[in-house]
């Protein structure tokens, strides 16, 4: 590639060897090819990076590829963010498969919305995701139809709670380079750390279609999880267990608002600032004190029963 490339894949790998080619397949099968992959393997000890280097041969100067010490997940693609130079990126995980036309598809309708916003606005664009097994045999058809997830509604206080951005299925432009790097601690996750600041200082634009093969399997950095009636019942019959996660979802989500006010530019709106203010506060807050501000500012899942069991236990 003797020019810069349009799009910058990130993906960082850790002993996902089982998986791995047919992630990188179908990024080379992709119908648009002015692209860059960024691999930083976080301490492999299987064939990962082998792996990763046979395919430099098909590749050629497009795959770049980083052996380094372990640093997780969120450290390690904050190093790629810091490595990568193309006025798009995209973050890729080593054991989905993309739809041929996933970077086509994208890149177009996120140049649009910039006709529209404007290139200096911080924009991501996320799509649905296809749940597949291990085999890639169809789970569900849709991530949100499967999560109650109703893309349109995502805002900030939907958002500090559950991120339902997957950072496989998204693509960003420089300007939210720009405005969330580098990913600070206390961040949840790197694509929800990405998605809080396009929804504070940009936009949040979300397309219909499914991009991606999300595969679940038991070895997922993170997975669909999703939280089913029969799944709530057995839990409920183990509340301490329960009332333990629900009370660190709130600590690290409020933790994660902190850290994101902490990192806040001078443009950030009165009203955003006072509700991260007020979410970064909330574990201090009484029993009645938390509730009320929850529902003052509609904070909450998008699944019924783990509202239920939230408000329950926080």
Known sequence: MNHAPIIDILMSTYNGSRYLRDQLESIHAQTFQDWRLLVRDDGSSDRTVEIVKEYQTLFGNKLVVFKEVNVGVINSFSTLLSLSSAPYVMFCDQDDVWMTDK??????????????????????????LILVDNALKPLADSFWRSHGVNPEHINLSRLLLQNIVTGCASIFNRALVDVSSPIQEGAVMHD???????????????????????????????????????????????????????????????????????????????????????????????????????????????????????FLFI
């Open 192 to 310: 929800w750390w990405l998605a809080l600041h396009a929804c504070i200082y940009g936009k949040l634009v979300p397309i219909s279609r499914a991009t991606v093969n999300y595969r679940q399997h038991g070895e997922n950095q993170v997975g669909a999880n999703t939280l089913e009636i029969s799944r709530l019942f057995k839990i409920i019959a183990k509340p301490l267990q329960l009332r333990q996660r629900i009370r660190r979802i709130l600590i690290d989500t409020s933790v994660q608002a902190k850290a994101v006010l902490k990192a806040a530019h001078n443009n950030i709106r009165l009203e955003h600032r006072d509700l991260l203010q007020g979410y970064a506060d909330i574990a201090k807050m009484s029993f009645f004190k938390k509730r009320i501000f929850l529902l003052k500012y509609n904070i909450r899942f998008s699944s019924f029963y783990r509202n239920c069991a939230f």
């Open 103 to 128: 970077l086509e598809a994208m890149l177009l309708e996120i140049k649009n919305q910039e006709s529209v916003w404007g290139r200096e606005t911080p924009i991501l664009l996320f799509s649905d």
